[in-house]
C-alpha cells in the first residue's frame, strides 16, 4: 500500500456526497460525508484485494463495492489488518473487528471459515462465536 493521499472532493456515495475521500491505494477509498461513510473498493481490484466473501457482503454502488463503517467496514479491515495503523484506527483490534462482524454479519464470518476450512454446510457442527472464541455480550 502506498501512502494515504487525502483529498477534498464532492464524490458520489452511497450514504450522501463526500466531504472527503482518502486514497488508500489505487481503487481502494475511505470516504466521509457529512453523515456516514466507509470504503469503496472497485469492482476490479477487490477481485484479488478481497476474498469471495467480502466480494459478496459489499453493496455494489457504480463500479465500486461500498462497506460501510459501522459495520460491513470491519470485513475490510479483517481481511487487511494493515490498515489499521495506516488509517489511524488506533483503538481498533482484530478481536473488535470479529465482535461486530459476529454480531451483524455471522453469514461473513460462517461463510470465509467454511471455505478456509474445507467445511460444506452438513458437515458443519460449531458455531461463529465457537470458532473464533467469542464470548457474547451480556444480557443488558
Not at 460525508?33 to 454502488?61: C, D, K, M, V
Not at 463500479?63 to 460501510?68: M, P
Amino acid at each position: 500500500m502506498s501512502e494515504i493521499q487525502s483529498t477534498d472532493t464532492h464524490r458520489p456515495t452511497p450514504w450522501g456526497k463526500a466531504d472527503y475521500q482518502f486514497k488508500v491505494s489505487r481503487g481502494i477509498a475511505l470516504v466521509n460525508t457529512p453523515g456516514h461513510g466507509g470504503f469503496l473498493i472497485g469492482q476490479g481490484i477487490a477481485q484479488t484485494y478481497l476474498s469471495p466473501e467480502a466480494i459478496r457482503a459489499g453493496q455494489p454502488f457504480g463500479g465500486y463495492l461500498a462497506y460501510e463503517e459501522d459495520i460491513d467496514a470491519a470485513i475490510v479491515l479483517l481481511e487487511h489488518p494493515e490498515l489499521i495503523p495506516q488509517l489511524g484506527f488506533k483503538s481498533t483490534t482484530k478481536e473488535d473487528l470479529l465482535q461486530t462482524l459476529n454480531t451483524y454479519r455471522k453469514d461473513y464470518l460462517q461463510a470465509r471459515y467454511d471455505r478456509l476450512a474445507g467445511v460444506t454446510k452438513p458437515e458443519r457442527q460449531a458455531t461463529v462465536a465457537e470458532v473464533f472464541g467469542l464470548q457474547p455480550y451480556p444480557d443488558r
